[in-house]
């Protein structure tokens, strides 16, 4: 028994050595090659090598990246495919899906009407709806504020209801009937599309147009994104990026029936526009839409974030994460994940530097995170909240390799038993009892987890984690048949092998 110990423990540190090992070398495929405040030039050299590394890397087929250096667009730069099939090739001009990116241009939207005199912050929104009732159980007091800080209690909406451009597609206040529900009092935060396509309808409520007719007038047009509609329109088909969902399969461009939450059609240079002009002292086109006072309002913290977008912001503003660094300055972003595109800008706005990141693909959070990660270096700010998702890779990757190898360990140890005839086939044995029901209780867990995960149509772990999720389920799956093992063939005494 001795023997089989010092043999047991000289297999776990070796396999514990081999594990250190291969987490330095994944940690040094992290690491920036480039020293803080280089020159632009050096810093988009060292993208030109890592952008197409990193696509290969997590088999991401196009991408359009934009840096912002003391307020102006310094660089922007098209990689990839924006169809695969067809091998049309990325342009700078290409247009993609901004997804949820869009609520930070919609806030603007609601904002300026504020500037106008026609909304109140505070106001219950209930006030500025006349051809449309909340459904029955939803506050009558909620704010405009509210609904913009994600803090009305409203739900994420239904995920996946996408229509073709050319058909028929359900009215907005179809949409809002059906989704608009209370499912938590209003305060804290709960990210929400229903929300920004509630403030949809009240903007063609006090505007009396449709909603992407104003967003076109008086943010999109004043603002140079002449790339950029809430409509789909037939000129976006030449230049649509086609989407490609987490296994790769093409994803044709598709609409939404609420268009605040999700629903803008952009391009890299109109995002890194819009991010500019958020930055109004270093805004050069003198396009100033919005008031300095109401910018800082936008930029204000009105809740916090705990959960799971509280890894990556500390709070959320007008349309907008925020984060406040450990040197003092703050971070202002917005992502946007959907079928098949993701998109993502980070900004600095009172030192002028900022990051635009489109992809087709639905396979891009650690993407993002390696840019936003080296950004950060470059611009020689502290680590944001964003890199923790690159943190979270390496992480994953630990938890799979040391769930390889305890299992490797353990199924040794248990052939090593049957051959010396002290495990048998007994599994109601009164031996270990305790442990044993432990054991089959874990794997029965994580059986039914995998079980569960494999019947869900999407898994949010599969966009953070696009490598590495098959490869964490499958270590799961051999751990938890190995834990089985252990419960059902126990390792008999000396006492019981001698009444067997």
Known sequence: MGTLNKVTCKKLIKGIVLLILILLCLSDCTKSDFDKQEQVSEFTSFLDNRIPDLMKRYDIPGANVALIHDGEIVWLRAYGYADVGRKQTMTKGTTYRAESLSKSVTAWGVVKLVEQGKLDFDAPVKQYIKSWELPAGVEETITVRQLLSNSAGMPLGTIGEEYSPKGQIPSLQEYLSKEAKQIQKPGS?????????????????VTGQKFAEYMDEEILGPLGMQNSSFVWKEENEDNMATGYDIKGHPVPAYVYPG?????????????????IAGMPQFDKTN????????????????????????????????????ETLENGDKAVFHGGQGH?????????????????????????WPFISYLISDWSKWIGIPALGMNRI?????????????????????????????????????????????????????????????????????????????????????????????????????????KVMKIK
């Open 390 to 494: 690159a943190q979270g890779v390496l992480l994953v990757w630990s938890v799979i390799l040391l769930l390889f190898i305890a299992s490797l360990l353990l199924l040794w140890r248990i052939g090593t038993n049957f051959m010396s005839g002290n495990r048998k086939w007994v599994p109601f044995t009164k031996e270990n009892r305790l442990l044993r029901f432990l054991l089959g209780f874990v794997a029965l867990a994580i059986l039914t987890i995998l079980v569960w995960c494999v019947n869900q149509d999407y898994l949010f772990i599969t966009s953070v984690f696009p490598t590495a999720y098959q490869w964490l389920g499958l270590s799961a799956l051999v751990f938890a048949v190995t834990c089985m093992l252990l419960a059902v063939f126990p390792r008999l005494s000396m």
């Open 340 to 364: 098949g595109w993701m998109t993502h800008f980070h900004c600095l706005p009172d030192k002028g530097d900022g990051i635009v990141i489109l992809t087709n693909s639905q396979r891009s």
């Open 287 to 322: 396009q100033k839409l919005l008031k300095v006072s109401n910018m800082q309002e936008i930029y204000s913290p009105y809740v916090e974030i705990p959960g799971l977008y509280g890894i990556v912001a500390d709070s959320y503003g007008m349309g907008h994460f925020l």
């Open 189 to 205: 935060f709960l990210y929400s599309n229903v929300g920004y396509n509630l403030l949809e309808l009240m903007i063609e409520e």
């Open 259 to 275: 268009k605040a939450s999700g629903g803008l059609f952009t391009t890299a240079d109109d995002v890194a526009r819009f991010v």
